[in-house]
């Protein structure tokens, strides 16, 4: 484990990126945000304040601290699955808000949060396996840790994304509502894969299991748009994601 001394220091960077992400946007409206915001960014937060001490922990002679917070954790991360599927509705509710407020919403149609949601289901389903796989790898040092590094790339997208497409749109409100709201996406996808791939490279962990989900996932994103104007997909959604 001795290569993994510093990277607690490596997993500020994407806590980061992701607060910068979220900051606006949480924030922002602090007081209008329903119950279910707080309670998934805060769980979030905290998960990624765990991928900080932990690697700290097992690396810095605190093992014990390390495997009591690790039983912690396990509980914090179905918090982070079970409070990001609960607010799934949101995205089908703001699909139709979208169709009957067009000056309000421009160039966000309903497409966008259909896509939204079908790239955050199997995000979120990504997520429980890569800590699942930690789990079950938990006497494999080098297994558990990157499975639970992993998941840090797997779920950056929402926040990140949100916070470069809130100073993209910004910038261009002078041209609102033609706005082509998926060039921020693209930029935030191409930092995470970037990120993953840099963090990979840097603990040797390139052609590891785990790498390869956090970069699939954020590659499958690039596709929200023609999976959000599917009518397919759009029925499906409807059908499964009831309020």
Not at 128 to 141: D, E, H, P
Not at 152 to 163: D, E, Q, T, Y
């Amino acid at each position: 484990m001795e290569k993994y001394k510093d990277l607690h220091k490596w997993m500020i960077i994407p806590m980061v990126f992701m607060q910068f992400g979220i900051f606006l946007d949480y924030w922002g409206d602090f007081s209008e945000n329903a119950w279910s915001v707080h309670v998934h960014y805060w769980t979030g937060t905290i998960w990624y304040l765990y991928l900080i001490i932990q690697p700290y922990y097992a690396t810095h002679g605190q093992l014990e601290k390390h495997r009591t917070n690790g039983i912690i954790g396990m509980f914090l991360a179905g918090g982070v699955c079970i409070t990001a599927f609960s607010m799934m509705y949101r995205d089908i509710a703001t699909t139709q808000r979208a169709t009957e407020m067009t000056d309000l919403f421009g160039p966000f149609e309903p497409w966008f949060f259909f896509g939204v949601a079908a790239v955050e289901i199997p995000m979120i389903i990504a997520f429980g396996y890569a800590v699942i796989k930690s789990i079950l790898q938990r006497k494999n040092l080098e297994d558990h840790a990157w499975w639970l590094i992993s998941t840090v790339f797997i779920i950056m997208m929402p926040a990140l994304a949100r916070g470069i497409q809130n100073v993209y749109v910004g910038m261009n409100i002078d041209d609102w509502p033609i706005i082509d709201i998926m060039v921020p996406v693209y930029f935030a996808q191409a930092i995470i894969i970037g990120l993953t791939l840099l963090t990979a490279w840097k603990f040797k962990k390139l052609k590891h299991p785990g790498t390869f989900l956090a970069v699939g996932i954020n590659i499958y994103t690039c596709f929200l748009e023609p999976l959000g104007r599917s009518e397919t997909v759009q029925h499906l959604l409807k059908t499964l994601i009831k309020g």
